[in-house]
T-cell receptor
Framework: AQSVTQLDSQVPVFEEAPVELRCNYS??????LFWYVQYPNQGLQLLLK??????LVKGINGFEAEFNKSQTSFHLRKPSVHISDTAEYFC????????????FGKGTKLSVKP | GAVVSQHPSWVICKSGTSVKIECRSL??????MFWYRQFPKQSLMLMAT?????????EQGVEKDKFLINHASLTLSTLTVTSAHPEDSSFYIC?????????????FGPGTRLTVT
C-alpha cells in the first residue's frame, strides 16, 4: 500500500536558522507530491506541489522542496525561518486515478524559538 | 479561486444529539468531496469520499450509519454526526475536487471543531 512517511514528529529551531522537514513516499510510476501547512484550529493551506518538470519546487512563504526520485524523498526547506512559521506541516502524495485521494504523512510540528 | 467553506467552525452539542456540518465550494463545482477527521496532534484520517448524486464511499472502520454524508449538489456536502458521543469530539475537515484542474487537486475547508459534552 502507498504511504507517506514524515520521520520527524517535532522540529525545534531558532528564528532565522535554516530548516528541513523530511518526507519520504512509497515509490510509484506516477506520483504527485504536496506540502501543506496547518495553523492551530485551521484547515490546510497548500505550500507547494510537485507534479512534473523541475525537481526543485518553490512555494509560498519562502519554502521550497526538492523531488528526489532515487531516494523517494520530497523534503521541505526554508533558509531562514520566522516565528510565524510555527505550525504543523503535512506531506501528502497522490497516486492517481479519478477516485484517488491524498495520502498524508503524520505531520511535523515546527516550533520556531526566538 | 478554489475556496471551500465549512459551517459551523465550532459546535458544542450534548451527548445523544445529532449535529450537521456543511461544506461548500464557493467558486467552483465540486464533483468529489472528502471528509477527514483529525485527532489532536495527529494527521488527517480520511472518513469518506462522496461524488455528487451518489452514495458516499466510507473508509474501513468508519460507521456509515453514524456519519451520514450527503452530496446533493455540486457545491454542497454535509456530514451529520448522529447520536453524538464524547468520543466523536474531533476536528472535521472537508476538501473538494472540482471539474477543472487535475484529478489530484484538492482544496480544503477551514475545519469544524466538534465538542460533545
Amino acid at each position: 500500500a502507498q504511504s507517506v512517511t514524515q520521520l520527524d514528529s517535532q522540529v525545534p529551531v531558532f528564528e532565522e536558522a535554516p530548516v528541513e522537514l523530511r518526507c519520504n513516499y512509497s515509490s510509484s510510476v506516477s506520483v504527485y507530491l504536496f506540502w501543506y501547512v496547518q495553523y492551530p484550529n485551521q484547515g490546510l493551506q497548500l505550500l507547494l506541489k510537485y507534479l512534473s518538470g523541475s525537481t526543485l519546487v518553490k512555494g509560498i512563504n519562502g519554502f521550497e522542496a526538492e523531488f528526489n526520485k532515487s531516494q523517494t524523498s520530497f523534503h521541505l526547506r526554508k533558509p531562514s525561518v520566522h516565528i510565524s512559521d510555527t505550525a504543523e506541516y503535512f506531506c501528502a502524495a497522490y497516486y492517481g486515478g479519478s477516485q484517488g485521494n491524498l495520502i498524508f504523512g503524520k505531520g511535523t510540528k515546527l516550533s520556531v524559538k526566538p | 479561486g478554489a475556496v471551500v467553506s465549512q459551517h459551523p467552525s465550532w459546535v458544542i452539542c450534548k451527548s445523544g444529539t445529532s449535529v450537521k456540518i456543511e461544506c461548500r465550494s464557493l467558486d467552483f463545482q465540486a464533483t468529489t468531496m472528502f471528509w477527514y477527521r483529525q485527532f489532536p496532534k495527529q494527521s488527517l484520517m480520511l472518513m469518506a469520499t462522496s461524488n455528487e448524486g451518489s452514495k458516499a464511499t466510507y473508509e474501513q472502520g468508519v460507521e456509515k450509519d453514524k456519519f451520514l454524508i450527503n452530496h446533493a449538489s455540486l457545491t454542497l456536502s454535509t456530514l451529520t454526526v448522529t447520536s453524538a458521543h464524547p468520543e466523536d469530539s474531533s476536528f472535521y475537515i472537508c476538501s473538494a475536487r472540482g471539474l477543472a484542474g487535475g484529478s489530484h487537486e484538492q482544496y480544503f475547508g477551514p475545519g469544524t471543531r466538534l465538542t460533545v459534552t
